[in-house]
Nanobody
Framework: QVHLVESGGGSVQAGGSLRLSCAASGDTYRRRCMGWFRQTPGKEREGVARIYTDGSVPHSADSVKGRFTISTDSTTNTLYLQMDSLKPEDTAMYYC?????????????????WGQGTQVTVSS
């Protein structure tokens, strides 16, 4: 079992930056795929970026490539999402997720554990 708690969301103007954090607890002793997703009302949850807990194989969605950076700190079991050059269309609830096995950014079902989310609002 993995428990995930996100933090770092807030309101920012377009062009600004935010850094999201996701603290993991529980079964954090093995290499695991973790990711960030986002969702706006009435839309499906969208994969933003994913990485393995040893920092390997990072991958980002085309919509955020070059602006968002995913990273991990294995000493504190924390997942990060550095978001730069934010746009109003980045406004969403952002969720941290962890998988038991192979994960796919395009398949929310490949992630088993989810946090409660943190709201990001970008104004123009």
């Amino acid at each position: 079992q993995v428990h995930l708690v996100e933090s770092g969301g807030g309101s920012v103007q377009a062009g600004g930056s935010l850094r999201l954090s996701c603290a993991a607890s529980g079964d954090t002793y093995r290499r695991r795929c973790m990711g960030w997703f986002r969702q706006t009302p009435g839309k499906e949850r969208e994969g933003v970026a994913r990485i393995y807990t040893d920092g390997s194989v990072p991958h980002s969605a085309d919509s955020v490539k070059g602006r968002f950076t995913i990273s991990t700190d294995s000493t504190t079991n924390t997942l990060y999402l550095q978001m730069d050059s934010l746009k109003p269309e980045d406004t969403a609830m952002y969720y941290c997720a962890a998988a038991d096995g192979i994960c796919f950014l395009t398949r929310t079902g490949s992630f088993r554990y989810w946090g409660q989310g943190t709201q990001v609002t970008v104004s123009s």
